[in-house]
Nanobody
Framework: VQLVESGGGLVEPGGSLRLSCVAS????????MSWYRQAPGKEREEVAW????????NYPDSVKGRFTISTDNRKNTVYLQMNSLKPDDTAAYYC??????????WGQGTQVTVSS
C-alpha cells in the first residue's frame, strides 16, 4: 500500500484548499476512502468518508458543509475540497481506508495551516 497526499499549504481564514491523495497497492475502486487530520497534541480524527459506490459520504459536524470528499477511480485518487477554512482546521491531513488504525500504514500527510 502507498498513499501520497498533496495540496496542503498556508491559507488565510475563509480560504480554500483542495487536497489530493494518490493510492496504490490495493483495489481502489473496491474500497471506501477517508480523510483524517491530526493537529499537534490531538488525536487523529476522521473528517470525511466516501463509500465504495462513491455516492454516500459522511462528515463530522465540525466540517460538514465546508468539506467535500470525492474520488476519481480512473486515477486512484481521492480529493478533499475544503472551503471556509478556519484556524481550527490547521493540522496534518492524511487519506486512508475507513477505520484505519494507528498501526496501519500511513502516508506522509500534507500540512494545512490556516492563519492570517
Amino acid at each position: 500500500v502507498q498513499l501520497v497526499e498533496s495540496g496542503g499549504g498556508l491559507v488565510e481564514p475563509g480560504g480554500s484548499l483542495r487536497l489530493s491523495c494518490v493510492a496504490s497497492g490495493f483495489t481502489f475502486r473496491d474500497s471506501g476512502m477517508s480523510w483524517y487530520r491530526q493537529a499537534p497534541g490531538k488525536e487523529r480524527e476522521e473528517v470525511a468518508w466516501i463509500g465504495i459506490g462513491r455516492i454516500s459520504t459522511n462528515y463530522p459536524d465540525s466540517v460538514k458543509g465546508r468539506f467535500t470528499i470525492s474520488t476519481d477511480n480512473r486515477k486512484n485518487t481521492v480529493y478533499l475540497q475544503m472551503n471556509s477554512l478556519k484556524p481550527d482546521d490547521t493540522a496534518a491531513y492524511y487519506c486512508n481506508t475507513p477505520g484505519a488504525r494507528a498501526s496501519d500504514y500511513w502516508g506522509q500527510g500534507t500540512q494545512v495551516t490556516v492563519s492570517s
